[in-house]
């Protein structure tokens, strides 16, 4: 006998598993992941508190295994892991992420630190009082049932669920294409809004917030945000802040301690007190002394003791910024409507479990009413078989057996087969004159509530009554004071820079190849505090000495009109020996830029000094120093430059001193700051001289009054000093008067063909000359000849062509 071939069919393989992939994600939507918006509940929560309810493993009995329930579900309705219905059982008993548990567990449950629970093995459980609030009158035919797995047994699709348990209890969840994230809320608040929509279908947004406020989470914690809140309740997403409660209590000796009582919804509390833990050891914030966790039976309680004279505020804001002290809640409330999910705002939630009760509390009364009705038929014929017993006795005894009987009361008496029934098991005590009278109080009772429960079925308003008067019943034994605060407006949080920086004095040095580095005062004086040895590369030498704090911040111009805001502890910090880093790791400078001033700022955003911009070209410009508050790290523009021009230097201003320009071709001018409007940040200024062809602006300096010497210096050394007096103020834009006079002739030795520098003698002298050959002198600037405006100066150092003065540095000594 031969084998037929096997048949294949072709297939696609996208086709296969688009199909297989489509049924996965709908199963794990519709019964994993995502609720019911009825009751609230997952398949696997509904599954374990029906199959606790089954087993009799109520609250007025003792505790059981939970393996045992555990099993009971994975048999009987649940054919998953055991894991993942035990960790469902977990969830429901953890009062720390349900509003109101509904599982009752004895034994390690877990806690807010995240340890886990025991395993099931371990631990005991029963229903909580109010899940018997979700399962009341399942078994008066008020919901749905359905064939589990194997079709051995019936479980229901949805639970009466006597309290919106959606909004109560919320839920979180994350399946194909889909997330749920719905917070936890008020029970008092939640059932008074359900009535609230009940008595006026047509109420608004702002009528449903009269009573849900905003969410109310177990943990407690201030809820900020009532926009995110109402854009939440409308849409169905939304976002909040949720912030510790914390104060800050005063201790002995000045000190003061952060006292943490209440953390963030779904916040491992371990893990903040460990990130609170790392921040003080990585000394990211100065002032932590130790953090405790001091937590007990009396509640919640993570302190951060702090050393004395800390910002107690400053340290409270860093810890609310940089750790989950603040954490943001991003509201997605989906539920299953309809066997399909849905975003819904909270007005659709409260309609579709006040739609749900509706139809349970309809079911209900229909089957008490048939079950009613069914008594109230027995107990009329028992009350007239009461009032003819003798010819019933006679007619029993009569019959041949007990069908014969009961066919003997139906034709006789006119009798029911229902009521011929219970009359033939009718116990003799019942015949006594009392059990009659009983018998007739209980008929005339019946009729009154068969009455009331068809009341309840044809009026819409009387079943709405009687939903009212059960949800305020619960409402009345089961709700709790609210535990989140509410706030509507996000505080924002500002940092201290004071409190994230130890304030230090630091010396910052920038050498002119452009080596930058900040040292200590320790290492400074370790090094013997020597001001002009500070460490630089072979040809290298430092330009520049700043002393500043860490707290500062320094504005850093370049030759091209740019300008960097760079924090001082930003900039690596070296050894007073050491060389530095390349400022471009610290700021990001073009290969063309050249840094031609910094200025410290402490204050930047609400200064009233300003900036003078002068370029090379006899350019001048004033602009108020805040206009250079930035949060950029980057480069900006802080001068519009003309073609060929460049900023020669930017000095701090206060507007009441007169600005002196020497060019290098010995011309000077003299005039008023004032003269120099205040403009915007990226304006080109004003004319400040006018220049020869080929001439440019070699020094500007900020003068006051006569007093004072100015000492100009060419190229090849040659200097001299005179009276400041003889430099009147003059009107800006002019070409100024000389300064100083160049030799000319074949016979005479030169003075110089151009001036490197000008010096105020009241401010920091010359002290090293660096030459073109790249030698390095000492420069006698003190002894430069005092003489008048016009002089061919002096020689000081002794300098021949073709080597000339390149650069001229002041001594790094403090005057």
Known sequence: MSVPEEQFKPAFLEEVVGDRFGRYSKYIIQDRAIPDVRDGLKPVQRRIL?????????????????????????????????????????????????????????????????????????????????????????????????????????????????????????????????????????????????????????????????????????????????AGIREAYSTGRGKIQVRSRTEIENLRGGKQQLVITQ????????????????????????????????????????????????????????LLKKTDLQVSYNFNMVAIVNKAPQQLGVKPILQAYIGHQREVITKRTSHELEKAKDRSHVLEGLVKALNILDEVVAAIRASKNRQDAQNNLQWMFGFTERQADSILTLQLYRLTNLEVTQLEKEHSDLEKRIAVLE????????????????????????????????????????????????????????????????????????????????????????????????????????????????????????????????IVNVIPLDKEERIVSIIPVKELEESELSLLFMTRKGQVKRTMLRDYATKRSGGMAACKLGGGDEVLQVSLSDSSKDLLLVT?????????????????????????????????????????????????????????????????????????????????????KPNGSRLVGAYNTRAAMPAVAILSSGERLEFPAGKASLTERKHIGKALLAIDKPVTIVDLLPSFEKQ
């Open 664 to 748: 290098a071709e010995g011309m000077s001018i003299r005039f008023g700051e004032s003269e120099v409007s205040a403009m915007g940040r990226v304006s080109a200024g004003v004319r400040g001289i006018q220049l020869k062809e080929g001439d440019q602006v070699t020094a500007a300096l900020l003068v006051t009054g006569d007093d004072g010497e100015l000492m100009v210096i060419s190229d090849l050394g040659y200097a001299k000093r005179s009276m400041l007096l003889e430099y009147p103020s003059q009107s800006r834009g002019g070409k100024g008067i000389a300064t100083f006079e160049f030799k000319e002739g074949k016979r005479v």
């Open 455 to 582: 009341g309840i079925l044809s009026s819409p308003r009387k079943l709405d009554a009687v939903i009212r008067k059960e949800l305020t019943e619960i409402r009345d034994k089961f709700g709790i004071d609210r535990r989140s605060e509410l706030q509507s407006e996000v505080e924002e949080i500002k940092l201290n820079l004071e409190v994230m920086i130890p304030q230090e004095e630091v010396i910052v040095s920038l050498s002119q190849e452009g080596y930058i580095k900040r040292t200590g005062m320790p290492s400074f004086t370790r090094s013997g505090s020597d001001r002009n040895a500070s460490g630089a590369r072979d040809g290298d030498y430092i330009r520049q000495l700043l002393d500043v704090s860490t707290l500062d911040r320094l504005l850093v111009f370049t030759q091209r009109g740019q300008f960097y805001l760079l924090p001082v502890h930003q900039i690596p910090e070296f050894k007073w020996k050491d060389n530095g880093t390349a």
């Open 50 to 226: 029906y199959a606790m309810y089954e087993s009799g493993n109520t609250p007025e009995k003792g505790y059981r295994k939970s393996a045992k329930t555990v099993g009971d579900v994975m048999g009987n309705y649940h054919p998953h892991g055991d894991s993942s219905i035990y960790e469902g059982m977990v969830r429901m008993a953890q009062p720390w992420k349900m509003a109101h548990t509904l599982v009752d567990g004895h034994g390690n449950w877990g806690s807010i630190d995240d340890d886990p629970a025991a395993a099931m093995r371990y631990t005991e459980a029963r229903l909580s009082t109010i899940a018997m609030e979700m399962l009341r009158d399942i078994d008066k035919r008020t919901v749905q049932f359905k064939d589990n797995f194997d079709n051995t047994a019936k479980e229901p699709v949805v639970l009466p669920a006597r309290y919106p348990n959606l909004l109560v209890n919320g839920v979180s969840g994350i399946s194909a294409g889909f997330a749920t994230e719905i917070p936890t809320h008020n029970l008092r608040e939640v059932i008074d809004a359900c009535i609230a929509v009940m008595e006026n279908p047509d109420i608004d947004l702002d009528g449903i917030m009269q009573y849900i406020k905003g969410p109310d989470f177990p943990t407690g914690g201030i809820v900020m945000g009532e």
């Open 263 to 318: 953390i963030p919804y779904q916040v491992v509390k371990a893990r903040l007190v460990t990130a609170m833990e790392n921040i003080r050891l990585e000394k990211k914030v100065e002032g932590i002394a130790e953090v405790r966790d001091e937590s007990g039976r009396e509640g919640m309680r993570i302190v951060v003791e702090l050393k004395k004279d800390a910002d107690a505020s400053g340290i409270l804001a860093y």
